[in-house]
């Protein structure tokens, strides 16, 4: 009978949920909504649904173990180990499931190699080095008021400052003001837009920002970050100093941890798709870099490696891991 692990990955837009065979053959897949522990409306909900969904169709008694991978996790552990086993229990499944950080499972979702790096780049921004499929050390990954620096919400509210200094004086023309739709964020940034009337000013962007951060958090400011990205890719010189500024900070960020044998895993959106900041992130780093691909999958191998009846490193072990990711 064909032992099964599961992996879930749980993040803050969206839940998804790996079970793999011990061969590293994926058996089935689920999703659902976010599971942040910290922000998300029904994490318990939405990890519910993406196990039940993976598990559809497979004899539960068979499964020997399971990592969760839950974005909050660091900050309220507690929460996340008692949110984990609820859902497992719920779903019916014998023993209990691990909690592991999720930038392991960025990291192991990239590569089968146990050691490495891994820096991340989406809404916020991390780094982190494992060793032994552990994380070891930290590096940002504070917030967007104390840190994430060269983050999607770094990278809104740096456009938002290059508005700012357009309309006043203080900055230079910007097609993040008067570039094509692609590249502007004007209407964005106009109180009553379409209105007869409406005017941009510092003051109105400004009121503009804050009730939209208040109303949907600091990825608001995130959204802008795209017309960055192409705003750069017309030339438009102020874009292109933040998405240096960005990179310089992000690479500083990875190299703080020192150096660890083993690959550089890139995960995140803004690292993972054909950005400028990617390449000038990668150029920075100096060496090549494995994109992240698939952090359930990744958790899953976790999963293969903590109930692996043989050494965890063991050939098969690691052919099972490198099958599941690919």
Same mark, same amino acid.
């Given at each position: 009978?064909?032992?099964?692990?599961?992996?879930?990955?749980?993040?803050?837009?969206?839940?998804?949920?790996?079970?793999?065979?011990?061969?590293?053959?994926?058996?089935?897949?689920?999703?659902?909504?976010?599971?942040?522990?910290?922000?998300?409306?029904?994490?318990?909900?939405?990890?519910?649904?993406?196990?039940?969904?993976?598990?559809?169709?497979?004899?539960?008694?068979?499964?020997?173990?399971?990592?969760?991978?839950?974005?909050?996790?660091?900050?309220?552990?507690?929460?996340?180990?008692?949110?984990?086993?609820?859902?497992?229990?719920?779903?019916?499944?014998?023993?209990?499931?691990?909690?592991?950080?999720?930038?392991?499972?960025?990291?192991?979702?990239?590569?089968?190699?146990?050691?490495?790096?891994?820096?991340?780049?989406?809404?916020?921004?991390?780094?982190?080095?494992?060793?032994?499929?552990?994380?070891?050390?930290?590096?940002?990954?504070?917030?967007?008021?104390?840190?994430?620096?060269?983050?999607?919400?770094?990278?809104?509210?740096?456009?938002?400052?290059?508005?700012?200094?357009?309309?006043?004086?203080?900055?230079?023309?910007?097609?993040?003001?008067?570039?094509?739709?692609?590249?502007?964020?004007?209407?964005?940034?106009?109180?009553?837009?379409?209105?007869?009337?409406?005017?941009?000013?510092?003051?109105?962007?400004?009121?503009?920002?804050?009730?939209?951060?208040?109303?949907?958090? !600091? %990825?608001?400011? /995130?959204?802008?970050?795209? =017309?960055?990205? +192409?705003?750069? $890719?017309?030339?438009? &010189?102020? *874009?292109? @100093?933040?998405?240096?500024?960005?990179?310089?900070?992000?690479?500083?960020?990875?190299?703080?941890?020192?150096?660890?044998?083993?690959?550089?895993?890139?995960?995140?959106?803004?690292?993972?798709?054909?950005?400028?900041?990617?390449?000038?992130?990668?150029?920075?780093?100096?060496?090549?870099?494995? !994109? %992240?691909?698939? /952090?359930?999958?990744?958790? =899953?191998?976790? +999963?293969?490696? $903590?109930?692996?009846? &043989?050494? *965890?490193? @063991?050939?098969?072990?690691?052919?099972?891991?490198?099958?599941?990711?690919?």
């Amino acid at each position: 009978m064909t032992t099964l692990v599961i992996g879930v990955d749980g993040g803050g837009t969206g839940t998804r949920c790996v079970v793999a065979t011990r061969t590293g053959h994926v058996a089935g897949r689920g999703s659902g909504a976010g599971a942040n522990v910290l922000s998300a409306a029904d994490p318990a909900g939405s990890l519910h649904s993406a196990l039940e969904g993976a598990l559809s169709g497979q004899d539960r008694d068979r499964v020997a173990g399971g990592v969760f991978a839950l974005a909050g996790a660091g900050s309220a552990p507690e929460r996340a180990e008692a949110l984990a086993a609820e859902v497992w229990r719920a779903c019916g499944l014998p023993g209990r499931p691990v909690v592991a950080p999720d930038i392991l499972a960025a990291f192991a979702g990239a590569t089968e190699e146990p050691s490495g790096r891994v820096l991340i780049a989406g809404t916020g921004a991390v780094a982190a080095r494992i060793s032994g499929r552990a994380v070891v050390a930290r590096a940002d990954g504070y917030g967007w008021i104390l840190g994430d620096e060269g983050s999607g919400v770094w990278i809104g509210r740096r456009a938002v400052q290059a508005v700012l200094g357009a309309l006043d004086g203080r900055g230079t023309p910007t097609a993040l003001l008067d570039g094509p739709p692609e590249c502007a964020i004007r209407d964005a940034l106009v109180e009553a837009p379409g209105e007869p009337g409406a005017r941009m000013t510092p003051e109105a962007v400004v009121r503009v920002v804050q009730a939209g951060v208040a109303e949907g958090g !600091p %990825a608001w400011l /995130g959204r802008f970050a795209p =017309a960055v990205e +192409a705003a750069a $890719r017309l030339g438009d &010189e102020p *874009s292109l @100093a933040i998405l240096r500024e960005a990179a310089r900070r992000l690479v500083a960020t990875a190299r703080s941890l020192g150096e660890e044998a083993g690959p550089t895993v890139l995960a995140g959106s803004l690292l993972t798709e054909p950005t400028l900041l990617a390449d000038l992130v990668r150029f920075g780093l100096g060496g090549p870099a494995v !994109p %992240a691909r698939d /952090g359930a999958a990744g958790a =899953a191998a976790l +999963a293969l490696h $903590r109930t692996a009846p &043989e050494a *965890s490193e @063991a050939p098969d072990v690691l052919a099972a891991h490198r099958r599941l990711i690919a």
